[in-house]
């Protein structure tokens, strides 16, 4: 496909359960991003990709959250102990990289958390 | 104090008016200003892009950057009902981690 795409649309999970979330870059882009979007909010940065590494993960709230990139490619965030709070829907872009590139985002995965 | 202040509307305006969109925000070391669109259920789409302070037009749209008072404008020029989104701007200091704004929801009435 050419855009980004997120795997599941919906996802709906008990209280303390984990959930894993994947996002599926734009082909050769090096740079991929995760932002998570309250409802009535703007999307909030939780993580930074260059390649395989986490180049800046100063957005994620705490150690229940955690993203890879094993291959530079695509990404999944993972969720453990899951709280009602962590309801929102979760973003991805990725661009080219590079200061100022264009991120261009993926619909997002909703996930509720009963 | 959020660092990026934007009025979330709803802003429900006819065919063809002029729409402005406001943001304030607090963090002097942002130099890219970005305006992204986002409609229901979509992820958000970049559409206008300025560096520093200045004014940049794109067909209907244009873009204002005041970095002195710290204000950010997008002006939409005979707006259509296509243009109802939620629209965000979004200040950056170049690290890449975009702050939005609250968005601020558009209704233009066909």
């Known amino acids: 496909g050419a855009g980004v795409s997120q795997t599941p649309s919906n996802k709906v999970t008990e209280k303390g359960k984990y959930v894993e979330l994947r996002c599926d870059p734009i082909?050769?882009?090096?740079?991929l991003y995760w932002y998570r979007q309250s409802l009535g909010q703007g999307p909030e940065f939780l993580i930074y990709f260059q390649g395989t590494g986490a180049a800046d993960d100063s957005g994620l709230p705490n150690d229940r959250f955690f993203a890879v990139r094993p291959e530079g490619s695509v990404s999944t965030l993972k969720i453990q102990r899951t709280e009602r709070g962590d309801s929102a829907v979760y973003l991805c872009a990725s661009s080219q990289g590079g200061d100022g590139s264009e991120q261009f985002f993926g619909p997002g995965t909703r996930l509720t958390v009963l | 104090q959020k660092e990026v202040e934007q009025d979330p509307g709803p802003l429900s305006v006819p065919e063809g008016a002029i729409v402005s969109l406001n943001c304030t925000y607090s963090?002097?070391?942002?130099?890219?200003f970005m305006w992204y669109r986002q409609y229901s259920r979509k992820g958000p789409e970049l559409l206008m892009y300025t560096y520093s302070s200045g004014n940049k037009e794109d067909g209907r749209f244009t873009a204002q950057v005041d970095k002195s008072s710290k204000y950010i404008s997008l002006f939409i020029r005979d707006s259509q009902p296509s243009d109802s989104a939620t629209y965000l701007c979004a200040p950056d200091t170049g690290r890449r981690a975009l702050t939005f704004g609250s968005g601020t929801r558009l209704q233009v009435q066909p």
């Open positions: 082909s050769g882009h090096t740079a």
């Open positions: 963090n002097s070391a942002f130099q890219y």
